[in-house]
């Protein structure tokens, strides 16, 4: 489990708790503040120590005289987002975190989107730099071949530049492939399971 | 195997710690390791706790471009954390007499 995973679980426990806005967010800011502290690298270790969120929040509530609610039924943050929201909350704090979910929308979903698009836009940079490359190397060595001739120094320089980036290519495939696209594909998709945890959230809190 | 802690013990220990030098959560828990097994998730009810009563305050200061909070020991934090000691050393002694055999002529009840 990754820090925003745990702090989203955490969130929810707390709120189905039904503590007050402010209390959660100070728990928050601790445990946040927590992960940072361990170190980026630690994520997955440090929520490991600390055991599973609801229990972490079951303690939480029992400190400040909230007896703990039943455990929900569990729920799988990586589901595809639910845009709808239903209105007719049916308490203050739901009605507090709609609000202010709402009231934000303009703001983090712009963020959102340019998140996601610069990710894409990276992908298609690199697929056509490797592309580019290509076509400039096999231009290049067919060229030198057929200048060979006609001008054989222009045709070995033109010659040498081809396999010069052909080689590039070569070495650049893996990495690129293996990895840089796949991470920004997969940069998406943590972006989107996100936003589904939280219109997640909001549903499950209407019903 | 070890001792269980208490929650009374755990707050005199966290006082402690904040007694000798304002410290952040993170902190805390490290110190408190050397001596128990503890969580981060265990600390935070803990600080909560010494916060509403008023024995700890918090103030947020900045650390690589974020904030970090820090908390500082109250006057009241301070005479509760002499009380818990003063309790400690009692409680310590009278645990000693039995498991250590410690000041046997005082108890030779048979």
């Known amino acids: 489990m990754n820090k925003l995973e745990f702090l989203t679980r955490l969130r929810n426990s707390l709120e189905r708790g039904g503590m007050p806005v402010e209390d959660i967010n100070d728990a928050l800011t601790y445990y946040e503040e927590v992960f940072m502290d361990a170190g980026f690298g630690k994520e997955e270790e440090t929520a490991a120590s600390m055991g599973a969120p609801e229990d972490v929040a079951v303690n939480i509530l029992r400190e400040s005289g909230i007896t703990p609610p039943p455990p929900p039924v569990p729920q799988n943050i990586a589901q595809a987002p639910q845009p709808q929201q239903k209105k007719k909350p049916s308490g203050g704090a739901i009605a507090a975190s709609i609000i202010i979910g709402v009231l934000t929308f303009p703001i983090w979903l712009p963020v959102l989107i340019v998140a996601v698009v610069m990710l894409f836009v990276i992908i298609v940079v690199l697929f056509s730099l490797i592309f580019a490359f290509i076509a400039a190397g096999i231009g290049l060595i067919v060229g030198g071949i057929a200048a060979l001739f006609e001008a054989p120094s222009v045709a070995l320089m033109a010659l040498g530049a081809g396999l010069i980036i052909t080689g590039l290519v070569i070495l650049l495939c893996k990495p690129v492939f293996g990895a840089a696209i796949p991470a920004c594909g997969r940069g998406i998709k943590k972006l989107f399971t996100w936003v589904g945890g939280l219109f997640k959230k909001g549903g499950k809190e209407n019903v | ?110």
């Open chain 2, 1 to 110: 195997m070890g001792f269980s802690i208490n929650a009374g013990l755990l707050d005199a220990m966290v006082l402690s710690i904040v007694q000798n030098n304002d410290t952040y959560g993170y902190e805390i828990t490290q110190y408190l390791r050397k001596a128990v097994d503890i969580s981060e998730s265990t600390l935070y009810p803990v600080l909560r706790r010494l916060q509403k009563g008023e024995l700890l305050e918090t103030y947020d200061k900045e650390f690589m471009g974020r904030n970090r909070r820090y908390y500082r020991i109250t006057p009241q934090g301070n005479d509760s954390l002499e009380e818990y000691r003063e309790e400690w050393r009692s409680h310590k002694k009278k645990i000693d007499s039995i498991l250590l055999n410690e000041g046997a002529e005082s108890n030779e009840q048979t």
